[in-house]
């Protein structure tokens, strides 16, 4: 199995623009996760879903960020408009929660805004 | 508010002796706990766990223990070896597994030859 696979692995974008992270989860898992990583607020999860359906999105920061699961093998993380301190790593994990609590990591995204 | 806590942002051991890694968590529903290894870019991968109904658990170099009642639980690494050398994050669930999971901050290990 190749893992969890995201894209892009590095994404640099001006203030204001739109930027689009994308997941493709282990096959067969039924839960997908968004994490974000930053020195001062360490990994924070940001929003889940099981199913395909989101569960919670307490997590995410304001409106400005959305997140999608149109099928059970992608996901997409999305900040409209984009701001400087939205710079992290983006991480995207899965599992399959009925019957485990470990979720299996991608190698995540990092985004810079200038 | 912070609910799992690694106090210890980095830890420096020398190589073939024993690592000792802790972390603290105050919500009492957790009821599932882990260790993560990362690697620089690279995402977290899974090292260990433990379900709250235990307080040992082992693997190889790598042991767990939980003390409920203190709400504290600890990773041992023995002998460490330079590959150990990582951030390790605590991490913590409920709801048995279709939850996220909340992790602390990370201790930076660093395995000196």
């Known amino acids: 199995d190749a893992g969890v696979i995201q894209s892009p692995r590095h994404e640099v974008t001006e203030m204001g623009q739109e930027v689009t992270l994308r997941c493709k989860p282990i096959?067969?898992?039924?839960?997908l996760f968004w994490y974000r990583q930053t020195m001062m607020r360490g990994l924070e999860l940001l929003i889940y879903?099981?199913?395909?359906?989101?569960?919670?999105d307490s997590g995410m920061p304001e409106d400005r960020f959305s997140a999608k699961m149109p099928n059970a093998s992608f996901s997409t993380l999305k900040i409209q408009p984009s701001e400087p301190r939205d710079s992290a790593v983006y991480f995207c994990a899965s599992s399959f929660s009925h019957s485990s609590y470990e979720q299996y990591f991608g190698p995540g995204t990092r985004l810079t805004v200038t | 508010d912070q609910q799992v806590k690694q106090n210890s942002p980095s830890l420096s051991v020398q190589e073939g002796r024993i690592s000792i890694l802790n972390c603290d968590y105050t919500n009492s529903m957790f009821d599932y706990f882990l260790w993560y290894k990362k690697y620089p870019a690279e995402g977290p991968t899974f090292l260990i766990s433990?379900?709250?109904?235990?307080d040992k658990n082992e693997d190889g170099r790598f042991t767990v223990f939980l003390n409920k009642s203190a709400k504290h639980l600890s990773l041992h690494i023995v002998p460490s070896q330079p590959g150990d050398s990582a951030v390790y994050f605590c991490a913590a669930g409920a709801g048995g597994g279709a939850d996220g999971l909340t992790f602390g901050k990370g201790t930076h290990l660093i395995i000196q030859p």
């Open positions: 879903f099981n199913n395909n359906v989101p569960i919670d």
């Open positions: 096959s067969g898992h039924n839960s």
């Open positions: 433990i379900s709250s109904i235990k």
